[in-house]
């Protein structure tokens, strides 16, 4: 038995899972905003938002594996990713006064970092990116680049 992304080039399945990372990071942005459970806001994006139409644009098919682990990981171990990422930030900065997207986004990038699938140069690229398309024209991707490097040389120093 194949699997449904057997068919998919490797250019598709990159363009669903950076689709999927944007997602992952709205839907924790939800969550902390709404009080949803992770549950009711898996549910909501799976049914509602990987692939639908909006204003004529279709948004791109998630990867569903990869957004239910960075979800799964990003609650379970927040307390523990907070804290990292408190520690990747300078002093004057802690983690309850950044934006709410940032927060979401580091949550999101710091569960990827913690599951080990992806190598962390790309996890940084990735969630750069995420932050590019929330804050287009601000220094938010520079300061995402920073404060997950660090993350990052903490979670996996060999890969640096």
Do not use: C
């Not at 909006?54 to 960075?70: A, K, N, Q, V």
């Not at 995420?130 to 060999?158: I, Q, S, Y």
């Amino acid at each position: 038995m194949t699997s449904l992304h057997s068919n998919l080039s490797g250019n598709q399945r990159r363009k669903m899972k950076s689709a999927t990372r944007l997602y992952a990071v709205q839907a924790l942005f939800q969550m902390e905003h709404s009080a949803q459970t992770v549950d009711a806001v898996r549910a909501e994006f799976l049914d509602h938002r990987f692939g639908a139409t909006y204003d004529g644009e279709e948004m791109l098919e998630g990867d569903i594996s990869l957004f239910e682990t960075l979800l799964e990981r990003a609650v379970n171990d927040q307390a523990f990713i907070d804290q990292m990422t408190d520690r990747a930030l300078v002093e004057k900065w802690p983690l309850g006064r950044i934006d709410p997207t940032l927060r979401a986004l580091f949550r999101a990038a710091g569960a990827e970092l913690q599951d080990k699938q992806t190598p962390p140069k790309v996890v940084i690229t990735e969630y750069v990116d995420v932050a590019r398309a929330f804050f287009p024209n601000g220094k938010e991707p520079k300061f995402v680049n920073a404060v997950l490097d660090h993350m990052a040389r903490e979670t996996a120093p060999e890969a640096f």
